[in-house]
């Protein structure tokens, strides 16, 4: 059976599940703790970050961004990365908006400095970096709000990997009660769709040991 | 004409500046000073950042991965990404470990306290991140070295998106003087290899006001 490698909490992991699951391949979820560096992981992936692909012929696959590429060329059905040249360019926009501008601004700062960094012993959070993470969340919630609001989904008429991308950050943070769904309506009523499909399941079904998740953060009608 | 707003020194700008000369699409170059956050400029690409690809249909691209996908399927003579799925896996690998990894651990490091900071008055260096991008370069070139080694370019036996994401990072610190190809032979004969190419040619043309790239920069025989 196809095998990805991941860890619950990484939103790039979760962008791979959310992407696997709508295209409904199936596949093994394995948990990599890659800060123990195992040997035969970084033989498959020196980089040492999950996600990591290991497909029924052998193929590996590493890196969020080879391994959906990778998706919908080899598995064209449902395709999430749009048909015209115009609609790729905005999913991959997109993509590259919450995976690289909104990682960098928001993610960082709230997952890493309040749940890796206590999760790793590796020090403790920085509070200039968690109010910057909160400040940051507020104009990324309106941009995507906004969008929901002037598109069906965020990059047009189709759903595609630029919403599993954005809930994919966005479900980490609300994981851990980060997220202040109060700041946009469109934005929250966007995910609220999102999280209601299918493929959004088993990540609600998630549970880190010694983490909490608010109430909403499983319920469909929050 | 085509137009790619860009900065001389962005990595990401310059990566996509070597795939277009490499596919031999014209284009006309302009500078975009992000920090001035021209409005005109936000309306084409929100995010603020450089490269962004406008082309004579009135097609923007933003963001250098969805510019890179987007120049191999709308100009698939000369590919960059590879041919079988295998192939394409382990070039996007590549162009993900060096915008990602490697831009966090090195890029970010040198180019950003060393050049930026002081480019647009943000501040004094911080002595440690340039010690840790210093120290971070080492096993990234030694890596590369070892890729270079065992195979014709970084990606397999032809040159790909891998090769000029690579040399696109290590060309802007080389520019500041901050590579030192005396760590890995194989590194640095590689980077003679790619430096050699036709679309090198206008990155080593390439002037900052204020900053004097050391002699070897656009020397072919460094």
Chains 1, 2 share one sequence.
């Not at 970084?42 to 998706?71: K, R």
């Not at 965020?154 to 599993?164: E, H, K």
Request: one cysteine or more.
């Amino acid at each position: 059976m196809r095998i990805l490698y991941h860890l619950p909490m990484s939103p790039y992991a979760r962008k791979v599940r959310l992407a696997l699951a709508e295209k409904r391949i199936p596949f093994d979820l394995r948990v990599e703790r890659v800060w123990e560096r195992r040997h035969e992981f970084l033989e498959i992936n020196p980089a040492g970050t999950v996600p990591v692909l290991q497909e029924d012929n052998g193929l590996i696959v590493a890196d969020s961004y080879a391994i959906c590429e990778y998706l919908d060329e080899a598995y064209p059905d449902t395709p999430l990365l749009g048909r015209t040249l115009a609609d790729r360019a905005e999913v991959r926009r997109l993509v590259g908006w919450f995976d690289g501008k909104f990682a960098a601004e928001v993610t960082r700062n709230l997952l890493y400095e309040k749940y890796q960094k206590r999760h790793l012993n590796r020090g403790n959070p920085e509070a200039s970096a968690i109010r910057a993470g909160y400040q940051n969340l507020r104009p990324h919630l309106d941009y995507l709000g906004w969008l929901a609001e002037t598109r069906v989904w965020l990059a047009g008429p189709s759903i595609s990997l630029a919403d599993f991308c954005a809930a994919a950050h966005l479900s980490a943070l609300d994981f851990i009660g980060d997220v202040d769904w109060s700041i946009s309506e469109p934005a929250k009523e966007w995910y609220a769709r999102v999280k209601s499909r299918p493929c959004f399941r088993p990540l609600l079904a998630d549970r880190e040991t010694g983490v909490t998740p608010p109430a909403h953060y499983a319920d469909l009608d929050f």
